[in-house]
């Protein structure tokens, strides 16, 4: 999972400055609830680019995960969730963070989660709720979920294992809020194994519309003793997603 990002602040015209600031996610325990984990996001203080002699200042840390809203418009308080995955890309002419985790929803299900935060402003950045991207089996959030994302031309790419599934993957433009139709698939090597831990080049290269993005994953298999670690492209076409090889 991607943890730490660089992006250069924008002016207020959208245009990249030499200007950076470092963002961070990560989880821990929920102070006064020591059994609920939280996913906290921190930003740095503006630093010079390419400057030698500065170091990184944090601002104060944000909870991101303490409220959450599920398909059916239902909110969702101080639930555990962990294992977050960041990037920060230009929403319109507004920088924006998407942060993706995973949260607990019952003993054998979890639930993925993105919270979409404006991180260009000169205050501190402020809390935004949690939006509901889909179910995924298996109990231990450990082995299964752990999400990860992509910045590519047009959209994000996500990609986090399931139990049951095999490997899911999705894509949906900066705007959007959940994945339309076509824009879910899911896969295994071999119906009989288990897929897991994916993961995903974190920025396609965006000045020149690349609108794909590589996916790697571990893989169990029923025909040798070790695992396996397979590759694939994921591409948008437009109505639907789907994977591929390069020639």
């Given at each position: 999972?991607?943890?730490?990002?660089?992006s250069?602040v924008l002016d207020a015209?959208?245009n990249?400055?030499d200007v950076i600031?470092?963002?961070?996610?990560?989880f821990k325990?929920?102070?006064?609830?020591p059994?609920?984990?939280g996913?906290y996001?921190?930003r740095?203080?503006p630093?010079?680019k390419d400057?030698m002699?500065?170091?990184?200042?944090?601002?104060p840390?944000i909870l991101?995960?303490d409220?959450?809203?599920?398909?059916?418009g239902?909110?969702?308080?101080?639930v555990?969730?962990?294992?977050?995955?960041i990037?920060?890309?230009?929403?319109?002419?507004?920088?924006k963070?998407f942060?993706?985790?995973?949260?607990?929803k019952?003993?054998s299900?979890?639930f993925?989660?993105e919270?979409k935060?404006?991180?260009n402003?000169?205050g501190?950045v402020?809390?935004r709720?949690?939006?509901?991207l889909?179910?995924?089996?298996?109990?231990?959030?450990?082995?299964?979920?752990?999400p990860?994302?992509n910045a590519?031309?047009n959209?994000?790419?996500?990609?986090w294992?399931?139990?049951?599934a095999?490997i899911v993957a999705a894509?949906k433009s900066?705007?959007?809020?959940r994945?339309q139709?076509?824009?879910k698939?899911?896969?295994?090597f071999?119906s009989?194994?288990?897929a897991?831990?994916?993961?995903?080049?974190?920025?396609?290269?965006?000045?020149?519309?690349?609108?794909?993005?590589?996916?790697?994953?571990?893989?169990?298999?029923?025909?040798?003793?070790?695992n396996?670690i397979?590759y694939?492209r994921?591409?948008?076409?437009?109505t639907?997603?789907?994977k591929?090889?390069s020639?």
């Amino acid at each position: 999972q991607s943890k730490l990002i660089m992006s250069p602040v924008l002016d207020a015209e959208g245009n990249e400055t030499d200007v950076i600031r470092y963002h961070l996610v990560y989880f821990k325990p929920i102070v006064g609830y020591p059994n609920t984990n939280g996913v906290y996001y921190r930003r740095s203080l503006p630093i010079n680019k390419d400057c030698m002699e500065e170091n990184i200042i944090w601002e104060p840390e944000i909870l991101v995960s303490d409220s959450t809203i599920d398909e059916g418009g239902r909110y969702n308080n101080l639930v555990s969730c962990d294992y977050p995955s960041i990037v920060v890309r230009k929403d319109a002419d507004t920088l924006k963070a998407f942060i993706v985790f995973s949260c607990f929803k019952n003993r054998s299900r979890s639930f993925i989660v993105e919270t979409k935060l404006n991180v260009n402003t000169s205050g501190l950045v402020q809390d935004r709720n949690g939006y509901d991207l889909g179910l995924y089996n298996g109990n231990n959030r450990a082995e299964w979920g752990n999400p990860v994302i992509n910045a590519s031309s047009n959209g994000n790419y996500y990609a986090w294992s399931d139990s049951t599934a095999g490997i899911v993957a999705a894509w949906k433009s900066p705007d959007a809020l959940r994945f339309q139709a076509g824009n879910k698939i899911n896969f295994k090597f071999s119906s009989g194994n288990k897929a897991q831990h994916p993961s995903l080049n974190v920025y396609s290269d965006i000045d020149n519309n690349e609108d794909n993005c590589s996916l790697v994953w571990q893989e169990s298999s029923t025909e040798i003793a070790r695992n396996r670690i397979l590759y694939t492209r994921l591409r948008q076409n437009g109505t639907s997603l789907y994977k591929y090889l390069s020639p």
